[in-house]
């Protein structure tokens, strides 16, 4: 079967296309074998040395087109060369005289003319479809090179998720070889041992194929060998043709290890740093109010002044610590909840009026008191209200009002902040809730702050199926909401 298949395709032209091989030796042997058989068969068989006749003009013309289009222009001018030096053998030794002889030469003449043009055309175009299959191929491999060797890992899969092509570095971040023929689905060749945002449940190659759209930054935990782990950050596209359809999948793959590795260092320094800061600034709040008693007894307006000033800073310290321990709690998910039914309208009050004081000239109000029974933890809903109110109060200019409104919509309480403040770009309204950042115009700058609050309102939120968001307008003021959904029973009844 393999020599049969070995034989076809020695002979099948098709098959000899954009291998540039131009030997003349199969032309050369064919066509002075069909001499040799076509005499063999005048003298031999038919015993009649004119029975040479116009097949073998058909059969020449037919090698000549194959052998042309097979091996180029030498391979037609060899089988051209040896048919018209038959046809002279043919004219010397059949003995051709007079008008039959000039005829005979005038006519091989012409033959080899029409041979010697066909032999060029038909070689000329097979040469020049080698050259742009060649140059199509080196293409292809200049880019394939260039793949290999990116300093990503890259994996190609056809249309069905079947891996086609992996470059070197997927061997390197994942640790292992790609199966050959490996078809991308629910199961990993590698180890997943967690993936975000969703849980390792199938390939992001096989979800970008199910869904036609692009899978960005999502992050894998992998075990490679001897059960080190690493973290790798992938990035999956389908591929489309211009008529749009899905012909393949890309996928990119980043090992960011070391990148993590130092993020967890940074965040157990800062979770040590704010345990160790704790105790110091609680003792130093302890003195200060034993302080504080004593020096009222002299009715020092000078030196109270300064011990209540002591005071305002060591709180703003200790709230910056806190925030500090809330923060890494929250990287680390140690944060804990403790829900409690309590009224919100009665949190949102007391909020308000504790921070009345640190206001300056503008106005607090709470409008619309209606209340509201809900299931969450109290600290934290008290966290996520003060921050809100405190940043209002901090981007807002003196003598403004920051007005606080509460509401029922599908089931659940909306509370809003408003304030007419320096208000926040349309492009940074979703960035202000990502861990430490901060807007950094020249206005925002002169704010003090570390970029940790928002952050926390938002996990805070996440943690109660609740959600936050801003409505803002530069230079006119801001609007945060967060919702919180309201127990069964609330939801049933009309608000009072
Ligand atoms: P911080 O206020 O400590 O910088 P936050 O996480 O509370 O951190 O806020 C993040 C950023 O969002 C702030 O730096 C500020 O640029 C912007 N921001 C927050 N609240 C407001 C507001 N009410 N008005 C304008 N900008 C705000």
Redesign the pocket.
């Known amino acids: 079967m393999r020599l049969f298949e070995k034989t076809v395709r020695y002979l099948n032209p098709l098959a000899h296309l954009g291998e540039g091989n131009y030997s003349i030796f199969f032309a050369l042997i064919f066509s002075v074998t069909l001499s040799v058989v076509s005499e063999i068969l005048a003298y031999g068989v038919l015993r009649n040395p004119d029975a040479v006749g116009v097949y073998i003009i058909f059969l020449h013309v037919a090698s000549i087109i194959y052998f042309s289009f097979r091996s180029g222009i030498a391979a037609g001018l060899t089988v051209t060369f040896i048919a018209v030096s038959y046809y002279f053998y043919i004219i010397y030794t059949r003995d051709h005289t007079g008008q039959q002889l000039i005829r005979s030469i005038e006519t091989t003449l012409m033959l080899g003319g029409v041979y010697f043009l066909l032999a060029w055309v038909i070689g000329w175009l097979k040469q020049t479809i080698d050259v742009l299959i060649e140059q199509e191929a080196n293409e292809k491999r200049r880019f394939r090179t260039i793949i290999q060797q990116l300093p990503v890992g890259v994996i190609v899969t056809d249309r069905k998720g079947k891996i086609e092509f992996a470059n070197k570095n997927v061997q390197t971040i994942l640790g292992t070889k790609i199966p050959v023929g490996f078809t991308v689905g629910e199961k990993f060749f590698v180890k997943v041992v967690e993936s975000k945002p969703s849980p390792p449940t199938q390939s992001l190659l096989a979800k970008t194929l199910a869904t036609g759209k692009p899978v960005f930054n999502e992050e894998f935990i992998i075990e490679k060998g001897n059960r080190k782990k690493a973290y790798v950050e992938a990035s999956a596209s389908p591929v489309r043709n211009a008529k749009g359809a899905v012909i393949a999948a890309a996928e990119i793959l980043n090992d960011v290890t070391q990148q993590r590795e130092l993020e967890h260092r940074k965040d157990d320094f800062v979770n040590m740093a704010s345990h160790e800061l704790k105790t110091p600034v609680t003792s130093m709040k302890l003195y200060i109010a034993t302080l504080s008693g004593r020096v009222k007894k002299y009715n020092d307006r000078g030196v109270e002044q300064v011990i209540k000033g002591l005071q305002l800073q060591t709180d703003k310290l200790q709230e910056l610590i806190n925030d500090l321990l809330d923060v890494s709690r929250l990287q680390t998910g140690k944060l804990s909840f403790k829900k409690e039914r309590f009224r919100l309208d009665e949190l949102i009050m007391e909020t308000a009026d504790g921070l009345r004081d640190s206001a300056g000239g503008r106005h607090i109000a709470y409008t619309a008191k209606t209340p509201f029974s809900i299931q969450a933890d109290r600290f934290r809903i008290y966290q996520v209200l003060t ?1 809100l109110i405190t ?2 109060i ?3 200019p003196d003598g403004t009002e920051i007005t606080i409104r509460a509401k029922r919509a599908d089931g659940k309480v909306v509370v809003g902040v408003t ?1 007419r ?4 770009d349309k492009d ?1 309204q979703k960035k ?1 809730f990502d861990r430490l ?3 950094t115009g020249a206005k ?1 700058k002169t ?1 003090p ?7 926390i309102s938002k996990e805070i939120m996440k943690r109660h199926r609740g959600s936050i968001w801003v409505e ?1 307008t530069k230079g006119k ?2 609007t ?1 909401f967060f919702s919180l959904p309201l127990p069964k029973s609330m939801q049933a009844t009309k608000a009072a």
């Open positions: 921050n940043n209002a901090k981007y807002s304030d403040g320096i208000g926040i940074q202000i950042y901060q807007v925002e704010f702050g570390l970029g940790m609050g928002l952050y803002s003021g801001s945060f």
